[in-house]
Every structure is written in structure tokens, then in C-alpha cells.
């Protein structure tokens, strides 16, 4: 297979593109005047220059004004900050969708069988089977956020929150579909049968292919640089600092020998991590085949003994939500409050249209660039509908969320306490969860960052292992530095992320529009036959 067969396939238009955009432009104004209309009022607009300390460094200042731009929004009643970056990612969520016929709900099936394996050839070219490249890419997104976060969440937005975080979550499974399958119609094959895939080639390719040569570099490089900080602050320093932190909890808090010698645990989990990324992508994939179904499993099942101890109260929760998502309270935001929350939730912890997953998902064995887009709409149904719903109906049934100090404690914590209500010993069971959780972030966000390299410097091997050896050391230095303004930092590189890779996916949508197109016909017709059938 040539990555030329790859590109150069000619599909047919999908109904017409401009009646299409017409209702999706539409849809998308009347999406944001309900919500400027149905908002608490005054909305204002706080100004974008932050305040610093005395004290503070040039970094921290810095970091203060990226962090300040990149997340900046207007607020609603001084309560809920509606985030630019949010309302960038959801627009494009809403935007593909329905630009690409509903594929989330159309290729759900199709997505479980190709994870299956019923279409996979082993000769085909690539690294990783779509199983693992699926395990990859979630072990990246399913971390710390879906734990710590969906309490936040729910503390500040109440139940209702949780309807809108699944609603985003589906909205995003088109989004990481159309990013994923570019990452492959794009990857480079090398010699050695190693390729290298992501937001970095489509951006610099695909452009390129329009007349846009020098834009698409443009793209490229500044994806590329927002990833290696991505994944060197929040998918490495911040998964070891709180990974560690919930260790340091469970085994006799900061007085403890592990609390006063942190070091200890960051070196630990240099020697892990650095034992898996060594192997590349191959295994990493092992690893996380194995891990990722171990540590849902792990954690859904507590989050089901925790539900079944409640069992009376659980109609309850569910008309919580209901009566949270539609309803509310007007003093606290209601309906708008909610939906602000829930959707800033879900954009935080499956990673739609940041492209990150693109990468992991590029190694896959196929020839056909769009089975791993429907492959990858599998991410957000596991990383949010799933997974998130599952801490939220733990902490909702609880009432772990009525805590006067709920939005005090840290998201680890309020999740913590809703697991103790049914056994005293269920937060060590969590705290197992978050550092497998914390674990498969770091070696996922590893390949990402090392990707990244190599492209900066031209696909180098070499580049790609000192990068290796620098996160390692940042690993350590994550479980022993007060991080503060290295996260913030991290997260605003994370989340600029999206600025080119969706820049990029809308002048490519009639591209990712015409390969699903294509693909879809020659499916129904029998051109795509199953493995079993080919010989």
C-alpha cells in the first residue's frame, strides 16, 4: 500500500455541500443565541490582562497571559465563565456531525466491528491492530479528568451537568472520526515498517494539496510545538504529581516516609513508563491493550457497587439530571449553567479536535484511512458517555455533591468520599484506579510528544529518543515539584492545540466528507468484504 493510493482515491460528493452548510450554520447560530438569550445576567466581559503576585517569575507571567488568552471567556452572572476554546471545540463537534451524516450514531455498529477485527488484514501496513490503537488513544484520554473533573463539575453545576457532558461526548465522536481518519490518509510509511502519523502531516500534506503549502507548514510546526509542552506538563508532570499524591494519601499522608521522600514514587514511575515507551508504539499498544480494559473494568465496577448499594436511589439520580439538564434552579444558572459545565467538561476530558488521538491512531494496519475514523468514534462514547457517566451517577446517588464543602474539596476527594459511603476501604480501591489512570496518560502522551519531535526534526529517530529521556526526567520532577503555573501553562499549550488541527479539518471537510462517502458506498455494495471472505 502507498500512502499515494491512499490520497489520490476519487469519491463522489454527499448531497449538496452548500444546502448541508446552510443548515449547519443555522443550527449553530441558533445553538449560541439560546444560550446568550437563556443566560444569567449581566454577562460581562473581564478584562484579559491578568494580576500577578509581587513575587512572580517571568515564567509565571508568562504563563499567566497564555493561560489568560487561551481560556478566556465572558461570564454569566459572575457564576460560570463561558470559555472560547469550549464553544471553538463544540462548534466543530456540532459542525461535523452533521456534516458527516450523523456517523456517530450510523457507524457505531461498524466502529465494533472493525475493533473486532472482522476487516483486519495482518499484512496491511501499520504497527498496532485497531484494538490497540482504540487502547492507546483512550488510555491518553481516560485519566485524572474523568475522576477529578466530572466531581468538579457536578459540584458546581449540579446533576444537570452530567446530560450535557454525554450530549458533548457525542457530538465529539464525529469530531475525533474525521481527525483520526486524516491521520492515517496522511501517516508516513518508513522503511523500517515504523510510520509516523497525526495533525502534523495532514496539516502539512493535505494544505499543501489545496495551494496552501506554506500555511499547512505553518500549522504544523505550532501544532507540533503545543504538543511536546502538552505532553511534557499535563500528560506527564501532572499525572505523576497527583498519582503520587493519592499514593501519599492512602499509605500515612506527607508525615509518612513516601510523603516526606516523593522522589521515591517519581522514580518509580520514570522506571514504568520508561520500561514501555522504550519499545515505541508496538509497546506502548501491548501495554495498553491490556491495562486499558483492566483499569475500566477496575473502576466501572466500583463505581456498580457503590450504584447497587444505592439501588432505591438510583431513579432518583437519573431524574436529578433530567430535572438539572432542563430545568434547574434560576439562582444557580439553570439549564445554561449546566450546559456550560457539562460541555467545558466533556471538551476537557475526551480531547476532541485537539488531535492529540490522531497520532496514536495513525500506527493502525489498514489501507482503508476511514475504518480508523469509525474506530475512533469509539473514544469519546468510552472516555465520556461511559466512564464519566459512571463518576457522576456515583457521586450524584450518593450525595456526595451536597457537601457544604464539595466545591472546596478537590475533584479526587469529593469522588473519594462517595466511594466511602458504601465501604470505608472503596478510596483505596479509587486510589489504584487513578494511578493506572494517571500510568496509561503518561505513556500514551509520551509517544505524542516524542511524534512531535521527530517531525520537528525531519521523522529523526534520534530526536525521538532524547525526547524520551527528558520526559522520563520530568517525570520524576513532577512527583516533587509544586507545579502551579507548569500546569496552567501545559493545559493552555494542550487546548491551543485545537487551533490549528481544526483550522485544518475545516479546509479539508470536503476530503474527509468524500473518503467516508467512498468508503460507505463500497461497503454497502460489497466492495469491503470481511477478512474471512477474502481467501
Known amino acids: 500500500m502507498g500512502e499515494n493510493t491512499m490520497r489520490d482515491s476519487k469519491t463522489p460528493e454527499m448531497g449538496s455541500a452548500t444546502k448541508t452548510l446552510g443548515i449547519i450554520g443555522a443550527v449553530v447560530a441558533a445553538f449560541y443565541v439560546i444560550i446568550f438569550a437563556l443566560s444569567p445576567k449581566p454577562i460581562t466581559f473581564p478584562s484579559p490582562v491578568p494580576e500577578f503576585a509581587p513575587d512572580a517569575t517571568l515564567f509565571d507571567k508568562v504563563s499567566g497571559w497564555i493561560t489568560g488568552l487561551v481560556f478566556y471567556g465572558p461570564s454569566a452572572n459572575g457564576e460560570y465563565t463561558i470559555r472560547i476554546v469550549v464553544i471553538w471545540l463544540i462548534t ?41 490503537a482504540l487502547a492507546t488513544a483512550v488510555s491518553g484520554t481516560v485519566g485524572l479528568g474523568n475522576i477529578a473533573g466530572v466531581a468538579i463539575a457536578i459540584a458546581i453545576g449540579g446533576p444537570g451537568a452530567t446530560f450535557w457532558m454525554i450530549v458533548a461526548g457525542f457530538l465529539g465522536m464525529s469530531l475525533k472520526a474525521a481527525e483520526c481518519m486524516l491521520g492515517v490518509k496522511y501517516r508516513q510509511e518508513h522503511a523500517d515498517g515504523t510510520v509516523s502519523g497525526g495533525p502534523m502531516y495532514y496539516l502539512r500534506d493535505a494544505v499543501k494539496d489545496l495551494g496552501k503549502p506554506g500555511l499547512g507548514k505553518g500549522l504544523a510546526a505550532f501544532f507540533a510545538v503545543c504538543m511536546i509542552g502538552g505532553a511534557v506538563g499535563g500528560g506527564n508532570m501532572f499525572q505523576s504529581n497527583q498519582a503520587t499524591a493519592q499514593i501519599v494519601s492512602q499509605v500515612g499522608g506527607e508525615e509518612s516516609f513516601l510523603g516526606r521522600n516523593t522522589w521515591i514514587m517519581g522514580l518509580l514511575f520514570a522506571a514504568a513508563v520508561g520500561a514501555v515507551i522504550i519499545g515505541g508504539i508496538k509497546s506502548i499498544a501491548k501495554v495498553t491493550e491490556k491495562i486499558v480494559p483492566f483499569m475500566a473494568i477496575l473502576y466501572l465496577g466500583a463505581c456498580l457497587i457503590v450504584l447497587l448499594g444505592n439501588f432505591g436511589e438510583i431513579p432518583a439520580a437519573f431524574g436529578a439530571i433530567l430535572d438539572g439538564a432542563f430545568t434547574g434552579e434560576g439562582a444557580a444558572g439553570g439549564i445554561i449553567g449546566a450546559l456550560i459545565v457539562g460541555f467545558q467538561r466533556a471538551a476537557f476530558s475526551n480531547e476532541a479536535g485537539l488531535g492529540s488521538a490522531s497520532v496514536a491512531h495513525s500506527a493502525v494496519r489498514t489501507k482503508e484511512p476511514a475504518t480508523e475514523g469509525f474506530v475512533a468514534l469509539l473514544e469519546p462514547f468510552i472516555d465520556t458517555i461511559v466512564i464519566c457517566t459512571m463518576t457522576a451517577l456515583t457521586i450524584i446517588i450518593t450525595k456526595a455533591y451536597l457537601d457544604p464543602a464539595a466545591s472546596e474539596l478537590g475533584g479526587v476527594a469529593l469522588t473519594s468520599n462517595a466511594f466511602a459511603t458504601v465501604l470505608p476501604w472503596f478510596p483505596k480501591v479509587l486510589a489504584v484506579a487513578v494511578v493506572l489512570f494517571a500510568f496509561s496518560t503518561m505513556i500514551s502522551w509520551s509517544y505524542y510528544g516524542m511524534k512531535a519531535t521527530g517531525y520537528l526534526f525531519g521523522d529523526n529517530a534520534l530526536a525521538e529518543n532524547v525526547f524520551k529521556v527528558i520526559f522520563l526526567g520530568f ?33 479539508l471537510r470536503n476530503v474527509i466528507r468524500r473518503e467516508f462517502s467512498h468508503y460507505r458506498a463500497r461497503l454497502a455494495s460489497g466492495g469491503i468484504k470481511e477478512f474471512a471472505d477474502r481467501h
Do not use: C
Not at 455498529?109 to 484494538?131: Q, W
Not at 503555573?485 to 485544518?504: A, E, H, K, R, T
Open 475 to 507: 517525570t520524576v520532577l513532577g512527583s516533587v515539584a509544586s507545579l502551579g503555573s507548569v500546569i496552567d501553562f501545559s493545559d493552555s499549550m494542550i487546548f491551543m492545540m485545537s487551533i490549528p488541527n481544526l483550522i485544518g479539518l475545516y479546509l
Open 92 to 132: 466543530a463537534a456540532i459542525f461535523f456531525t452533521i456534516w458527516l451524516g450523523f456517523i456517530n450514531v450510523r457507524g457505531f455498529k461498524h466502529a465494533i466491528d472493525l475493533v473486532r477485527g472482522k476487516y483486519s488484514d495482518p499484512n496491511d501496513a501499520g504497527e498496532v491492530s485497531h484494538f490497540q
